[in-house]
């Protein structure tokens, strides 16, 4: 690859992994937004079985990913895409058909026909997303090694990613609800195809216009080492402080963003009466983000990516603190909400923007220290413990709710009081959130930008002795 002169690193790089965190969030966006309300209202699973049926399906979890990412690693052949384009692509496809069977709108079938619909469709969506999701992040190491332009990657990355979260947030409150505030299974099924289709675009659009720049036989293992040992990479993981800290602040954010999602939407059905601008408000509280991007190449040049998501992370507890305020459910109250949102959503963005590349860099760390790169797995690991805090946070979230007065089936009808108790718990998790971020990336994850500029020197002086 050395001898075969490659297009520089530019745009176009960016704009095409942009499109493929796109295409990993509509359906990933589809499925963490509208999912508890579909199989709790609509679907009336009741909250204990989704709450059981939710952990079960983390059992996959913890065999998937590491197995999958670790096979990642292991696969030595020869692919004429190339291993990492080829496995995504097989992903992108998986990922279109498991996401319509998991939204298939069947209210009246048995139970037990809804529990099996519920374990398999999501087992399938997981799997598929897994495959896609893995070598997608790790792509990041093979795109480039230069520290700024992974920064760079780590944006549009964010970028992508907001957007696909954007557009079902805001269109699917105003499609799927109904007048009585109530969802339609139907028109989520529906939705489902059409951003399923659009993702698997998104993805091909990205694995034709990336261009690989460094050897992918030299990433996944270092001549060092001469057979794939996973227990030993997942031992190296837990001694990655980086990779931990990464990892924390990345469930910290899911626990509260995905966790409370569903009481949020209860908030708005019963709180404020209107679940149709439930994404709207949540726009907004987006779009401080992309205030500071154009700077945020200079700032990470100036700063370093630890030292700016550690003062974003703090500016997102003085907003989540925000929403204890007492103002009511009428216009103070969602003008009070809105506020909140802003300032949470100003403190996330410097997380959110750079926190693959803070993952990048904790992957050149265990090659820096072990003597192998091992992305597939570190990356597999770090996504799983993302997805266990999607998993069950959302799930003992319900658990809290119906203790709270929370009944699935009453659908908007809910008391007053349990739409008041929605309000307190939101805050309290948006609170948490906030401060386990900043805990994790102030005080555990521990690549400074000194120490990112010595790691960068040392590991291209290897690679270029190879």
């Known amino acids: 690859m050395e001898k075969t002169k490659l297009r520089p690193f530019g745009k176009r790089d960016l704009l095409a992994y942009a499109a493929g965190d796109l295409g990993c969030n509509m359906s990933f966006a589809l499925k963490s937004s509208i999912m508890a309300i579909f199989w709790t209202q609509y679907m009336a699973l009741g909250e204990k079985t989704y709450a059981l049926l939710l952990i079960i399906v983390q059992i996959w979890d913890a065999i998937n990913d590491p197995l999958l990412g670790s096979m990642f690693d292991a696969d030595k052949r020869d692919y004429k895409r190339g291993k990492f384009k080829t496995y995504i692509f097989i992903g992108a496809l998986g990922l ?68 696909g979260n954007i557009v079902p947030m805001v269109l699917l409150p105003i499609i799927c609800y109904d007048a009585s505030e109530n969802l339609k299974g139907e028109v989520v099924f529906v939705a489902a195809i059409i951003m399923g289709v659009i993702g698997l675009i998104s993805f091909i659009f990205m694995l034709k216009n990336t261009t690989i720049r460094v050897e992918e036989s030299k990433v996944t293992i270092s001549e060092k080492t001469q057979k794939f040992n996973v227990f030993k990479a997942m031992g190296n993981f837990m001694k990655n402080r980086a990779a931990i800290g990464a990892t924390l602040a990345a469930m910290a954010m899911f626990i509260g963003m995905q966790g409370s999602s569903t009481a949020t939407t209860v908030l708005f059905q019963s709180y404020f009466g209107n679940a149709k601008i439930s994404g709207i408000v949540m ?133 007053m009081a349990v739409a008041t108790n929605m309000k307190w718990l939101v805050a309290a998790l948006y609170t948490f959130s906030a401060v386990v971020m900043f805990i994790s990336i102030a005080f555990i994850y521990d690549l400074n930008q000194k120490k990112v500029a010595e790691m960068t020197a040392d590991l291209e002086a290897r690679r270029a002795e190879k």
């Open 283 to 415: 726009l907004i509280g987006y779009l401080p983000m992309f205030l500071f991007m154009p700077f945020l190449k200079k700032i990470v040049n100036k700063y370093g990516k630890k030292e700016a998501c550690a003062v974003g992370s703090a500016v997102s507890v003085f907003g989540a603190l925000l929403l204890f305020l007492p103002l009511g459910n009428g216009m103070a109250g969602l003008v009070g909400y809105v506020v909140a949102q802003v300032f949470f959503g100003l403190g996330l963005g410097f997380y959110t923007c750079v926190s693959w590349a803070l993952m990048a860099d904790a992957i050149d760390y265990n090659e820096w220290k072990n003597g192998t790169k091992e992305e597939g797995t570190v990356y597999s690991l770090h996504s799983f413990f993302r997805k266990l805090a999607q998993g069950l946070g959302p799930s003992l979230v319900i658990l809290i709710m119906e203790a709270l007065g929370y009944v699935g089936e009453l659908g908007a009808d809910q008391p």
């Open 96 to 163: 279109l058909f498991s996401g319509l069977f998991f939204f298939l709108p069947l209210p009246n079938a048995p139970l037990a026909m809804r529990c099996i619909l519920f374990v398999l469709g999501y087992i399938l969506w997981d799997a598929f997303y897994t495959i896609a999701n893995v070598p997608y992040g790790s792509m990041m190491s093979v795109i480039t090694t230069v520290g700024s332009e992974r920064a760079q990657l780590s944006t549009w990355r964010s970028i992508g990613s907001m957007v």
